[in-house]
């Protein structure tokens, strides 16, 4: 079969690990593999699309989640159980309390557009569900989000907001090496790794002199 570049690479690095560490013979594990094209990131809506997008979504959590994939960078599952306990609501912060070898997370931050919404909302809450956004991944969720996929013809996913969080705060000045913190990856530059402050303050600080805002 023909498979895309990076899943052929997956194949090839599990065989790689079974032949070399498993069997012990990595006489056996000499693949070569394919160069991987670098495809350039290329946005195919604006902020207008997004605002548009957001009024289309018929459900009230989804659509704080919506916004919330815009405003912190994080990944669809990260907001999806985000949890009560992972919010700092005076500092408007959310420190993830697991992760993963190869998903990190560090801090990151929402906005008062946000807030707005959120914070009324779980004080309103009378339930003892840990989930900021208690609605089904199988069924609540993805009947809103496609409602409003074709209401408005924009394809838009969760990873397309992070990818929208990452160049938005870019082009609000934001440096390389916070955008990668509050979206969970590890700087790969000596300056990001070793010599910047990622203390909560200066995280802070550096997302609100940013004033990122999805409606102005």
């Known amino acids: 079969e023909n498979y895309a570049v990076n899943t052929y690479c997956c194949f090839l690095k599990g065989f790689r690990r079974f032949f ?5 013979k990595p006489e056996l594990a000499n693949f070569r593999f394919p160069s991987i094209p670098f495809t350039p990131k290329m946005l ?12 289309a979504i018929d459900h ?12 912190t960078g994080l990944r669809r599952n990260d907001i ?4 009560k306990t992972e919010l700092t609501r005076g500092l ?21 557009e946000l807030a707005e919404l959120v914070e009324p909302y779980l004080d309103s809450r009378e339930d003892d569900n840990p989930r900021v956004f208690p609605v089904s991944k199988w069924k609540t969720f993805p009947k809103y989000w496609y409602n409003a996929q074709s209401k408005t013809g924009l394809s838009i996913t969760p990873k397309d907001l992070r990818d929208w969080f990452c160049v938005e705060m870019t082009n609000l ?4 090496r916070y955008i990668d913190a509050f979206c969970g990856r590890i700087p790969k530059t000596i300056l990001g790794r070793h010599y910047t402050d990622y203390s909560p303050k200066k995280l802070k600080e550096v997302y609100d002199k940013a004033n990122l ?4």
């Not at 070399?20 to 012990?24: P, S, T, W």
């Not at 805002?213 to 102005?216: A, E, G, Y």
């Open 92 to 112: 408007r912060m959310i420190v993830k309390n697991n992760g993963s070898r190869t998903k990190h997370r560090w801090i990151t931050f929402y906005n008062e």
């Open 44 to 55: 195919n809506f604006e902020k207008e699309d997004l605002q548009r997008f957001y009024y």
């Open 173 to 176: 000045g934001v440096p390389d």
């Open 80 to 83: 999806m159980y985000l949890l």
């Open 20 to 24: 070399r560490d498993y069997l012990e």
């Open 60 to 71: 009230p959590v989804v659509s704080m989640m919506f916004l919330g994939y815009c405003v």
């Open 213 to 216: 805002r999805l409606f102005s």
